[in-house]
C-alpha cells in the first residue's frame, strides 16, 4: 500500500511537467527569446519595451504581443489544451533545423509541394508521417507568413 501512495504521489508530482504549454515562439525581436521557446499562458516574458514577440497556439491562432516596462503577460488561452503531440511537432518545426548531416530523416517516398500544404493540419500530417520535415518546415514558414508573421 505505501508503495502504491508513493507512486501516486509521484505521478501527481511529476504529472504537470509533460503537459504542453500554451504557445509557440514563431518570431522574436528580442535574441533572449529564441524561436521554438514554448509559453505557457499567463506566464509573464520579460520583453522590453520597443520588442515583439509573435506567438501560435497548436490550432492555428497567431498574435503578436509587445514588450513593455515590466514585460508582457501571455494572454489567457480561448480553448481548451491542445494535442501535446501535435504541439510538440509544431514546436519541432518552428525551432531552428539541426545542424550538419542527419541521416535516415527521409525514407522512402516522395514528399508533398510545399505549396499543396496550405492547412495546419497538412503540414503537420506531413511532419509526423512521411518524414518530410523539411517541406513541413518550409510549408509552416510560407503558412506563418501569410498570416502577416515578419520574419518566420
Not at 44 to 64: F, H, N, S
Not at 96 to 103: A, D, L, N
Amino acid at each position: 500500500m505505501r508503495k502504491l501512495l508513493i507512486g501516486v504521489v509521484l505521478s501527481v508530482a511529476f504529472g504537470g511537467a509533460a503537459a504542453a504549454s500554451d504557445y509557440i515562439v514563431v518570431s522574436s525581436s528580442d535574441p533572449s527569446i529564441p524561436r521554438g521557446q514554448a509559453l505557457d499562458a499567463g506566464a509573464r516574458v520579460a520583453l522590453g519595451a520597443g520588442k515583439t514577440i509573435t506567438v501560435m497556439r497548436a490550432t492555428g491562432e497567431v498574435m503578436t504581443l509587445k514588450g513593455g516596462a515590466s514585460g508582457v503577460i501571455v494572454p489567457a488561452a480561448k480553448m481548451a489544451a491542445a494535442d501535446s503531440a501535435r504541439f510538440e511537432t509544431l514546436r519541432a518545426l518552428v525551432e531552428p533545423p539541426p545542424q550538419g548531416r542527419t541521416f535516415g530523416a527521409r525514407r522512402g517516398g516522395i514528399c508533398p509541394a510545399i505549396e499543396s500544404l496550405t492547412s495546419l493540419d497538412d503540414i503537420v500530417r506531413v511532419a509526423e508521417t512521411s518524414g518530410c520535415k523539411t517541406v513541413a518546415r518550409k510549408a509552416l514558414d510560407a503558412y506563418l507568413a501569410k498570416t502577416g508573421v515578419d520574419n518566420p
